[in-house]
């Protein structure tokens, strides 16, 4: 056994961040070098505070407080002129975690809430959907290989 404490405070932090991370009710907050996190009351709420540093957060997207807008409205203005333009930044349709995609199949998985949909349209797409077969009526039309041109 280690007893090193450097090592052990290591593992301290590394368990609590994923246990932040993994709780679908804590939020960290956005803030530049603040290392706080919050936990909301519940999935519906809209705005938490930093404990730490007393920066707004909106609960639903993860980032700071945007009055008056959607979360949406929010992340284009914030991204314009980098991932808006290639459309590869979208939010998961669950926890709102935003998720970038620069290749491969529109099947996604958060990593967060471990929800899986489609890229497409964010409907779900776990394996007992069958949301890529393009026989079934539920599904967007496009392919898990293919390209959505309107992306």
Known sequence: MNDDPELL???ETF???????????MRWCPKPGCKGFVRGESLDDK??????CQTKICFQCRDELHEGRSCEQAMESKLEGWAHDKG?????PVCKLKIEKNEGCNHMTCIVCSYEFCWNCLGYAGKDADHFNPLNPSSCGIGM????TNI
């Open 9 to 11: 405070k290591k593992y």
């Open 15 to 25: 368990k609590r961040n994923a246990e932040v991370d993994k709780d679908p009710l």
């Open 47 to 52: 705005m938490v505070q930093c404990p730490s």
């Open 88 to 92: 590869g930044v979208k939010f998961c």
């Open 145 to 148: 290989m293919q390209r959505d």
